[in-house]
């Protein structure tokens, strides 16, 4: 006879999961009692905000399904936000949450909540789970939906009396999903139709997003790019999918996007789109998203499709499906035109040169002294505003798993417990965690977490004593009301790192003045990059730094800022 | 006004993703009715959407894991009027006891 708990737990090992990211209560408490000698490593945050990113964290790195463990109400509350970001950035998650009593269900009873109800707009699937029979199919079940297809997040509620109550139990289940809705998929020879709409094209771009990484046919889509050799760019989720190297490669498109990028995009005839949502950030004022182009999505999940823009051909299906059957074919039998004079103007040095690479300002060129020290393998998890986006555009990695954010929703507070998951996951892999002082607040007390474990997680917080980000579009569309995004009486990060036992220093911005940088300075980054251990170095930031290029809301890509307008 | 069928599986949860697509956009439900149908459940709502939205919202119920099948047609005849108490207050406290312990 085994408890509820010791059948969930038991379920878990046999969906492969080794680790866990939670924190107790009084409804979970079952679970928690039955975790040693369960075979699964549980890993304590301080919020369950923290665990669920961590465990996200975990998952965006691996391609694993992550998991994340809390208690009713205000614990399962607390998970929210992390859900959202899992659905919104197609993560594969399981969040186990307790529920009160099953007699006491619906009658507002201590720490109860509707977790069912409040988390069914952002999962994939979920499950209140009735009946201790049902544990191990309800498990498997979810597991299955958080990794299949697109994947996303799967909430599991399970009531504190069956974790308690006992059963024979005979062992976990394998869940054999339904037959799916015939046509979802991709029809044979769509190869035919793209060739031709190839024929016809003048200025061809491709553009790659997460749904390409997550497929794993990352070194199927890296050929297929260079047979096409057409100008190519990623989203944010897509960076590290093409290598930046490749001579066909413009950066990052969309809201910060490189001007090159967002300039063929915009004058492009011929869309190819492999694994990306065209969400409002890359795709500007959707009535004027890449005017003239027709479009071809491969796309997994179809309902993601014509969000934005109808496309006039869909390729339903896995991309490692679909970008395999496609290169192959092409290589057989097709001769493409060659677009050298397009890709001359695209890829040219005219619109390199204005690319914002050139114009490093001391934050900018930290980040590239930072990232030019990096191992080649290392990971960087990004917070979300200013930062983020000097990061993607600076950080040029090769690895599809290389730099990891929160895209779609955009959640402050990511990065920290993110990383302790991605290092975790990693263990011997340099993980360097950018953060803004607005973000690194949000989950700061995973600086606890990471002492806990003594990760040797290279934390840097770019502080402009700002919420940097809402202050930019403050200063440029609101006539500089900076209301309440002033950070002036920010704590100071070296102390608070310090008594969470963690090594830190400040940097200032004069230190990067001069260029190349100082012996000292650069020995001092690479002292905190080469670290055994946590290490936390807040590097002060001109208030007033800017995000460049920007498209403002509404605007078209076109119509980027590329720098600041002289002050009158 | 469009009229949508849809097939799911009854398991929990799958009748309110297939609402929360449409109210999700602020679409009004001005009639809905559900219930079982051959082996499976089928829902039937009446929306006022646009063609974009129509698509964006096929694409949205065949995301679901029970979604079976999505169909629409024209506006139904006048949904037939709720007949019975509603809403069911007004029973005298004591009463309502007496009617609980009967």
Redesign the interface.
Known sequence: MLRGAEITLACLRAEGVELVFGYPGGAIMPLYDALDGSGIRHVLTRHEQGAVFAAEGYARVTGEVGVAIATSGPGATNLITGIADAKMDSVPLVCITGQVRSPLIGTDAFQETDV??VT??LT?????VRTLDEIPEVIAEGFH?ARSG?PGPVVIDIPTDLLKAKKEFSGPVKFTP?AR?AG?KAEGGFTDTIVAMLQAAKKPVALVGAGAKLSGAIPDLRRLFDHLNIPSFATVHGLGAIPPEAPHYLGMVGMHGTRAANTALHETDLLLVFGARLDDRVTGEPTRFAPHAKIVHFEI???????VR?CDLAVIGNLADTIPAFEAELRRHRSLPDFKEWRGVACGAERAELDPRGLAQPTIRFLDELFSRLPEDSVVIADVGQHQMWAAQRYRSSSPRGFITSGGLGAMGFALPAAVGVQLAKPDTCVLCVSGDGGFQMNIQELATVHRLNLPIKLVIIDNKYLGMVRQWQQLFYERNYAETDLSDNPDFVEIAKAYRIHSFRMKEDTMREFPVSNETGDQIDRFLNSTEPELLVFDCAPEANVYPMVPAGAALSEMLLEEEPAE | MQVFQIHYRNTQGTLMRILNAASRRGLDLPWVQAGPAAHDHQVALELDVNSKQVGQLYREWYAIADVIHVGSGAAPAQAQEWNGAHPPAGVPMQEGRSAARA
């Open positions: 069912f109800g069914l707009s994939k699937w979920s499950r209140l939906w697109r339904h809705p979802a999940d179809p309902a993601q499709l014509d969000r109808p």
